[in-house]
């Protein structure tokens, strides 16, 4: 059981941010964090980097280049963490056993990406190599295709599952416009959702463009600290469980549509935190695809396998509903910068729980569940956050 609490955090906003150098969008939100939590560059003691790269950037090696805007962390021990979408939650647990182990009393966890410097087809190409080389990577659509055939596949097994689709990105959209980071900002309704028109065309399988999250450039950041250091801090956010389940790569040796890795995180870790989900104030998820965010339902336990569209379609996960799911707009409508998705889900988290959400706010907040995921289900991570 980790003892470590988040004590600062920041977050850039989400889009294409052409004129950002990465080295100024990754030391702005550290230096940024480090104001929130009240404390000098010389107190943090280890850095961790989550950037997936993979080509969209010539630079690479990105752990130091926090240096170049905040001289003052030259000589900390600073590490570069990758694990393709859950990069940012990979960074944030490295810090997490970092401060467990000791060997930090204060870590600073770094998520960024800048994608949009590619054309979207050479991003696309990118992304793919987080699919299953040998069998996947000649999918039409790159990981679009990827889930485009999930989505094919929960269609041929339970029924044509538009409707929900529909429902769940106009959710997402509607929320987004209250998220002052998010990329898009604008309430697409579901009708314009749930038809295919010329602004909303079929990208893969049944798959349409606002099924699709947003080619993003970004950047979120925070301070992890001991729970004793924690104390008397402006604010700090303690983990009640900390899960990471892995699970094979290859889509052709487990069943595409159960996301059994992250079924196993979510049983753990509300098995860790001592706690169900009715005791759950609002989940952030991990929407990359609409598809996904339906079978996430089912794998937290929500509903039963192939039973999550009634999850939506009672408004359980509206803002209002019993348990709102991805109020910050989610990957959908606030973005998807890899490296920095992870971060940004633990932030917009804590953001919540410390009340200080703006429009975004789920009155009352009192505990939140985040589920981050890299490729299809792979790498599962899932926290169980509270306010101290």
């Known amino acids: 059981m980790t003892t470590a609490c988040l004590t600062g955090w920041s977050h850039s906003q989400f889009g294409k941010l052409d004129n950002l150098p990465a080295e100024t969008l990754l030391g702005d939100v550290a230096a940024a964090a480090l104001q929130d939590a009240g404390l000098d560059p010389e107190q943090i003691d280890a850095i961790f980097v989550g950037t997936f790269n993979g080509g969209f950037l010539y630079q690479d090696f990105p752990s130091s280049l926090v240096f170049n805007r905040l001289p003052a962390l030259r000589f900390k021990p600073a590490v570069r963490c990758e694990n393709a979408c859950a990069t940012g939650s990979a960074a944030l647990y490295a ?13 600073l966890v770094i998520g960024f990406e800048k994608m949009t410097e590619l054309p979207t087809r050479e991003v696309g190409d990118i992304l793919l190599k987080c699919s299953y080389a040998s069998e996947e990577a000649g999918t039409p659509g790159g990981f679009a295709g990827v889930f485009g055939q999930i989505a094919q596949t929960y269609f ?36 314009f959702c749930r038809n295919v028109s010329e602004k909303n065309p079929l990208v893969a399988g049944p798959l349409k463009r606002t099924d699709c999250s947003l080619v993003s450039d970004g950047a979120a950041a925070v301070v992890v600290s001991a729970g004793e250091a924690a104390r008397g801090m402006r604010h700090a956010v303690r983990f009640r469980a900390a899960q990471q389940v892995n699970d094979y790569l290859p889509l052709s040796r487990r069943d595409p549509l159960a996301f059994e890795g ?17 005791d759950l104030s609002l989940v952030e998820t991990h929407d990359c695809f609409t598809i996904a965010e339906l079978i996430e339902y089912e794998a937290m336990g929500l509903a039963p396998r192939g039973q999550g569209a009634r999850i939506v ?21 606030k973005g998807h910068p890899i490296g920095a998705t992870g971060v940004s889900m ?11 959400a703006g429009e975004m706010q789920i009155p009352g907040a009192r505990l939140a569940g985040v589920f981050n995921m890299g490729g299809a289900a792979v790498a599962n991570y899932v926290s169980i956050l509270e306010a101290v």
């Open 95 to 107: 810090a997490l056993d970092a401060i467990d182990s000791g060997r930090a009393r204060h870590a």
């Open 156 to 191: 041929d097994r339970y029924g044509d599952q538009s409707d929900a689709l529909a429902r769940i990105a106009a959710k997402n959209h509607r929320n987004g416009t209250h998220n002052p980071y998010a990329h898009l900002r604008k309430d697409f309704g579901y009708d």
């Open 262 to 278: 992250g079924e196993r995180a979510w049983r753990g870790a509300l098995a860790q935190a001592g706690v169900s989900l009715k």
């Open 313 to 333: 379609a009672e408004g359980l996960t509206e803002k209002d509903g019993l348990l709102p799911v991805n109020a910050s707009g989610g990957l959908k409508a």
């Open 346 to 356: 633990h932030v917009m988290a804590a953001m919540q729980l410390t009340h200080s």
